[in-house]
Every structure is written in structure tokens, then in C-alpha cells.
């Protein structure tokens, strides 16, 4: 039995999204593993998620290092698995014949034309066709023929070729000289000295912007994790040709930049920590900025005596049923905003733009917004309008334990219909939360605080919770966005009045 490679490609971990980052892997090359081993943890816009290996075999390669992007399609890992003598492996190559059981051999990963030929495609096809022009005397990238270049027998061209320079004025050509000279022997030539090299780190955005900007990231020192190019890296690249005029576009990228050759601008880069916009933060922010600018938020507020709510869960933690559970003011909360929404139903619903629908949803999935070390993530219970108080603090237990230790799922971070977000925890009396995108609402509940308040009649020292309920006015008047926060201060308030709710 031959050993095959097999090649395992980034998955669509959910709802589109276009690239992951490597966080760790849990095994290393040579490593024997089995089938849905957990093999690396890798970051989405979302969450962090476990990746199960697909096969089980020896870890021939791993394609990534932990801190790179990697775009959804492209390769992670590859696998030698267990295979008949002669099979072709993932690599298009087949065992060679009499093969007695040695190791499966892979073909380099090749560089051919034009741009680099990424990993996991089609490289021995390019190489040969790239041969097949050199034979001929044809310009592989393009236009007039290469002069002076021959097939080279016997092997495949390991050269990526750079596309031809346009006409410069004379002034121009001068400044670029010392540069073209450093390059070697033909830079006096219209076609550039062909320069092997792999293809440079970067996400999609920083290469459309490196286009877009005349930058050849080839040249540009990548800062981001694992040499990942940033586009802070492409802009400071930039920096010498705004600085010199649109001639000295083509040396941006030889040329460093001012900011950080010089001692003093090393000194001032030393004050600051900049951090690449990517994963979670990144998400968050296009979600928050999409909410705030599409949905008209009101925000309304309501303090509310808990004394009630407070002692009632002294008792429950006394009680046998609830050994073990943990039962907290925002166990309370979420209960009475399921009840509350049973009354004041478009609260629970969705502006559907294309469609040109208001969506009423007859469930509930009540997100809980938690505060993790990679930022700010909403998971959902599942119908939580189903469960009981016992059941909801069970889910609000895990959900909040899954969420902190970064073993969230894409499928707990949508569907989501209304939100609650304890900013109490940090002290906080009252906000103005901004909506999770596709609800229609979402409550914050500030810190319990033992204060002076009126209680029949008299001053008395009192355990005191402000309420702040923001929604999307195109859903919810002002009317039924009051009622909902009413009903759920009096549940708060007095939690027998459950009884004349449902």
C-alpha cells in the first residue's frame, strides 16, 4: 500500500465568509492523526472555530503558519493517508510504478506567469505551457516575443515573469536607473530581468489597494503576523511616491519610507501599538456602523425598583431544584423579556429591505451580548421562549462559557431576533446600545445599586436597576417600545405579576 497525498482546502465555515486566520495548530508535520481529530483552531469574522481533519493519516504538510489569513479555497494542510500502489494523489501525480510503500512524493509548489500561481492549483499545466512558449520565443506575460531566451531542457522554468515597462519620459528614466541597474544586466531592456520569488502575504483588500495604487507588494515588508502584508504597509510603501509626484510610483515599493528609516521616525513609531483591523473587531465594526447608519434608533429609559427580583433569587438558590444552577439578575431579565415580547410581539421582528417586508418572528432567540479576549461577540439561545427558568440559566451558563473560552460556533452567532446586554457587570448604570444588525431591538440592564428610593411611602434603602431599551423606530413605535420596557420592569418589579401576564 502506496501512501497518497491529500490536500485539505480552508472551508466555508458559514454565511459567506470570504477568509479565516490561523490562531494555532494542534499538530505539527509527521504527526499521525484520526478522522475529526481536531487538528487547528482558525478565527473567522465570527468565531473561533475548531477544525476537524477530514482524514485520517500522517500531516505531510502544513501550508500556513499561525497569524496568516488564509482565503476561504486555498490549501491548510495536506495528509499522506493509507492508498493502493499507484493511485494518483491529490497533486495530480501518479505513484510511481513498483512502488513498494514509500512515502508519497509532492511536486514543488511552482511560480508561473504573470501573477504567482497559487497554492493547490494547477501548476505542472502552467509550467509546461510556460516552457512550451519559452521554446518558441514567445512572451509568456504577454506582447513581443523575448529575445535571447531558450526553452530550458530537461526542467520546468521556477521563474515568475514580471510584465514589461512602459516608455518613460527621459527624466523619469533617469530617476529610475539606479534601480533598474541594481536589478541586473537587462535593465536596459523594455522587458524587466525575471526574478524568482514566492507570492506575497496579503488579504484581497490590501492587494486591490496595492493595485490601485501602482504598488508591487513584491517589494513591500510585511508587518502583520507571519510577514502577513498590512495595509498600513502598502500606504507607507506609498508615502515616497506622493512625496516625489506620479513618476515615482514604481519605486514606492524599493524605496522605504521616511516615517521609519530615520532614527527620530523609528522613535515616534515606538510611541504608538497599531493593531490590523481583521477577524472579530472587523466584523463588529462593519456591523455596528451598518446598524447606527441604517436603522433610527430610540433609546428609552426606566429604573425600576428589583428588591423583589433580588430576594426572589436568594430563594431559588436555596432551593433543590436549582442545586448547582447558577441564577443571576440577568436570568431574571431574559425570562421577563420573553414574556414581555409575548405582548408586544414587534419588538421581535425584522426589516426585510428587499423584500419589502416587516418579518414578525413567532420564536424567540435571544442573544446575549459577551465581552470575550477577541472582542465583542452576541450568541443566541435558541428558542429561549420555550424554556423554563431552570433550562434558561442552564443555556445562559454554557453560552457564556463557550463565548469566553472562544469555542463559540457560527450557528450560535446568527439568527438572532432581540438581544440583552449586561453592561451592569462594569458598573454601568444606563447606555444607549446599538442594535444588533437584523433586530429590531435590544436592552441593556445596568448595575444593581443600593440606594435611597420611596417604598411605601417612606425612604427606605432600596436595590435599584435602569433599564435602557433601543429600537428601530421603522418597526416600533414609541407606544409599543414603552409598553415592552414597562412590562419588563414590573416583572422586576414584582415577579408575581407573571401571573396576570400570561
Not at 509527521?30 to 500531516?59: H, M, R, W
Not at 523594455?190 to 493595485?211: D, G, H, Q, Y
Amino acid at each position: 500500500m502506496a501512501g497518497v497525498i491529500k490536500e485539505f482546502r480552508l472551508p466555508d465555515l458559514g454565511e459567506g465568509l470570504t477568509e479565516s486566520e490561523i490562531v494555532n495548530w494542534h499538530v505539527a508535520v509527521g504527526d499521525t492523526v484520526e478522522l475529526n481529530q481536531i487538528i487547528a483552531d482558525v478565527e473567522t469574522a465570527k468565531a473561533v472555530v475548531e477544525l476537524p481533519s477530514p482524514y485520517a493519516g500522517v500531516i505531510a504538510e502544513l501550508h500556513e503558519q499561525p497569524g496568516t489569513v488564509v482565503e476561504v479555497g486555498a490549501p491548510l494542510v495536506s495528509f499522506e493517508v493509507a492508498g493502493p500502489a499507484g493511485a494518483p494523489s491529490s497533486t495530480g501525480s501518479a505513484a510511481p510504478a513498483g512502488d513498494t510503500g514509500a512515502p508519497a512524493k509532492r511536486e514543488p509548489n511552482l511560480v508561473g506567469y504573470g501573477a504567482a500561481v497559487e497554492k493547490g492549483g494547477r501548476p505542472e499545466r502552467r509550467a509546461r505551457r510556460f516552457e512550451a512558449q519559452l521554446s518558441s520565443g514567445a512572451n509568456p506575460a504577454g506582447g513581443s516575443a523575448l529575445p535571447g531566451l531558450a526553452a530550458i531542457p530537461g526542467s520546468v522554468p521556477m521563474i515568475e515573469a514580471v510584465p514589461a515597462v512602459p516608455a518613460r519620459p527621459a527624466a523619469e528614466a533617469a530617476a529610475v536607473a539606479p534601480a533598474l541597474e541594481s536589478a541586473g544586466p537587462h535593465s536596459a531592456s523594455p522587458v524587466l530581468p525575471m526574478i524568482s520569488r514566492e507570492r506575497p502575504r496579503s488579504t484581497p483588500p490590501v492587494r486591490k489597494l496595492a493595485r490601485d495604487l501602482g504598488i508591487r507588494l513584491e517589494g513591500v515588508p510585511g508587518t502583520g503576523p507571519g510577514g502577513l502584508i498590512t495595509r498600513d504597509d502598502v500606504l507607507a510603501a506609498a508615502q515616497p511616491a506622493s512625496a516625489s509626484g506620479a513618476g515615482s510610483v514604481a519605486l514606492a515599493s524599493v524605496i522605504p519610507s521616511p516615517a521609519t528609516s530615520s532614527p527620530a521616525g523609528a522613535r515616534e513609531a515606538a510611541r504608538e501599538t497599531r493593531t490590523p483591523i481583521k477577524g472579530m473587531r472587523k466584523h463588529t465594526a462593519a456591523a455596528m456602523v451598518a446598524s447606527a447608519f441604517t436603522a433610527p434608533h430610540v433609546t428609552e429609559f426606566l429604573t425600576v425598583d428589583v428588591t423583589p427580583t433580588m430576594e426572589l433569587i436568594g430563594r431559588v438558590k436555596e432551593s433543590k431544584v436549582f442545586a448547582g444552577v447558577r441564577i443571576t439578575p440577568l436570568t431574571i431579565v431574559a425570562k421577563a423579556v420573553c414574556i414581555a415580547l409575548q405582548r408586544n410581539p414587534t419588538l421581535n421582528s425584522r426589516w426585510d429591505e428587499a423584500a419589502g417586508d416587516i418579518v414578525q418572528f413567532n420564536y424567540v432567540h435571544l442573544g446575549i451580548a459577551a465581552a470575550t479576549p477577541r472582542g465583542l461577540l452576541v450568541p443566541n439561545i435558541k428558542d429561549a421562549h420555550d424554556l423554563s427558568l431552570l433550562e434558561l440559566a442552564g443555556a445562559l451558563t454554557g453560552l457564556t462559557e463557550r463565548a469566553r473560552a472562544g469555542k463559540t460556533g457560527p450557528a450560535d452567532l446568527s439568527g438572532g431576533t432581540i438581544s440583552i446586554t449586561n453592561i451592569g457587570v462594569f458598573g454601568i448604570d444606563a447606555g444607549t446600545p446599538i442594535l444588533n444588525p437584523g433586530e429590531a431591538a435590544i436592552l441593556a440592564m445596568g448595575a444593581v445599586r443600593r440606594m435611597p428610593w420611596e417604598y411605601e411611602g417612606q425612604i427606605a434603602l432600596r436595590s435599584v436597576m435602569t433599564l435602557s431599551l433601543s429600537f428601530d423606530h421603522r418597526l416600533v413605535d414609541g407606544e409599543q417600545g414603552s409598553r415592552f420596557l414597562a412590562d419588563v420592569g414590573t416583572v422586576l418589579a414584582d415577579p408575581g405579576m407573571v401571573l396576570t401576564m400570561v
